[in-house]
């Protein structure tokens, strides 16, 4: 008896527990619909012009409700989209400043040999010997060259000996004087682009060893020009490789202007002449020309790159011989650029990869040994990721300020 009562209580308990369950699904189903049909007015609209409704058509029409239409979706399936034309992008390039503000964040990163031994120095405690030994080795494997390292030690040393870093504010104050001047803020980093005749174009040579970034230079510098207003053609030079002038043609349409080329093994000073002919004819603003990247140690290769220049200056004078620098390649980049600057005379460095180079002391040593100034920073490979150099940005950057 006992147990035939016990078994009906469990069986009663199960049942009940079921129509609970029962009831709750059920209400919490309805509340998912209505969830549902309360949130589809909300998205619709986004998709459909809204109607424009006159002021009186939003006063309140008595006591009726406002009718809320809510449409039920047109259809599921959205119209096909209309086939896009991809126009060349011609929008505004980044202005110069947000580009020296994202170099900042990368340069003051702790793996920049410059910026670490700017910082293991700040927080010394104590100046003695073994810190400034490390100082300098530091400075050393930055790119900074010899010279540049003794001088910034010593000149540190002087200013610092007395009080030390006891007041840290006034220790930075030094390093940043003290960097700003091996950096120079007195060279004038502008391109000069002013012909040397009324009305011939503007020559830039661009030159440099393989892969250093020349191609992607002269794209992002036309962009940077025509977005100033200036009519700009390319020269294809490369003629080593079809792809590299297939590589300035395509920036040329990205940027807008016209690209001349020949066929791969061309002559390259004729290329190079071809070119800036036609931006004589047609009065454009300035012609850059972009040369097959040569081994600093094939004379041969070497001699051309004279060649093209010399023949260029049969139509038209040459304003700035840019050589691009890998900043990465640290003192093989050093190697290249002397012998570069002995075949051409080079009027401006363009500094690139400085986004991916732990060093940075290059930008000092590059200026030194050349006496020749870094105008341009590549950053990066994107389109805008070209800037001109600013030393107090630079030094910011280093600082970590
Ligand atoms: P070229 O052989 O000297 O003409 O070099 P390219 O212009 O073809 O560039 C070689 C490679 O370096 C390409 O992949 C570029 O995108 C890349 N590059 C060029 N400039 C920069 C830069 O400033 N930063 C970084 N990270 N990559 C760059
Ligand atoms: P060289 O080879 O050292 O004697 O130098 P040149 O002055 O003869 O020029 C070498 C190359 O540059 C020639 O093969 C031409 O392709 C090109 N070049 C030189 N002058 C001109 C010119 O007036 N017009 C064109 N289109 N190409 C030229
Ligand atoms: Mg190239």
Redesign the pocket.
């Known amino acids: 008896m006992r147990v035939d009562w016990f078994f009906w209580v469990i069986i009663g308990i199960i049942g009940l527990a079921i129509i609970v369950a029962g009831v709750i699904i059920t209400i919490d189903g309805r509340r998912q619909r209505e969830l549902q049909t309360e949130q589809k007015p909300e998205i619709e609209p986004t998709e459909v012009e809204p109607p424009v409704v006159a002021p009186e058509e939003l006063q309140p029409a008595g006591d009726e409700p406002a009718a809320v239409e809510v449409e039920p979706a047109p259809s599921a399936v959205e119209p096909e989209p209309e086939p896009v034309v991809v126009e060349p992008e011609l929008d505004q390039p980044e202005a110069p400043t947000s580009r020296w503000a994202r170099l900042r964040r990368r340069l003051s990163t702790s793996n920049n040999a410059l910026a670490r031994a700017l910082g293991d120095l700040l927080s010394a405690d104590k100046l003695d010997e073994d810190v400034w030994d490390d100082f300098e080795t530091t400075l050393i494997t930055s790119d900074l060259g010899v010279g540049p390292t003794m001088e910034l030690t010593e000149a540190l040393r002087k200013e610092l000996a007395i009080d030390g870093v006891a007041d840290p504010e006034r220790a930075k104050a030094v390093l940043r004087s003290e960097l700003l001047k091996l950096v120079d803020p007195t060279l004038d980093r502008s391109l000069n682009l002013t012909p040397a005749k009324d009305g011939d174009p503007a020559v830039v040579l661009v030159v440099g060893v393989n892969g250093t970034g020349k191609t992607t230079t002269v794209g992002k510098l036309a962009r940077v020009l025509v977005a100033e207003g200036k009519t700009v053609t390319l020269g294809a030079a490369d003629t080593f490789r079809a792809a590299a002038a297939e590589q300035l043609a395509t920036w040329g349409e990205r940027v807008g202007v016209e690209t001349v080329r020949s066929h791969e093994g061309?002559?390259p000073?004729?290329v190079a002449?071809?070119a800036v002919?036609k931006g004589v004819d047609d009065g454009v603003d300035v012609v850059i020309v972009d040369t097959a990247g040569r081994l600093h140690t094939k004379t041969g290769l070497m001699d051309e790159l004279g060649?093209v220049k010399?023949?260029i200056e049969?139509?038209a004078a040459v304003n700035e011989v840019l050589l691009v620098l890998d900043a990465t390649t640290g003192q093989n980049g050093m190697t290249q650029a002397r012998i570069f600057a002995e075949v051409v005379d080079v009027t401006g460095i363009v500094l690139t990869k400085l986004d991916g180079s732990a060093k940075g002391g290059i930008v000092i040593q590059v200026q030194r040994e050349l006496g020749v100034p870094v105008k341009l920073v590549g950053l990066g490979e994107g389109v805008d990721d070209l800037a001109p150099f600013d030393p107090e940005g630079f030094v910011q950057g280093i600082l970590g300020e």
């Open positions: 061309a002559d000073a004729s002449f071809d002919a060649k010399r023949v049969k139509k």
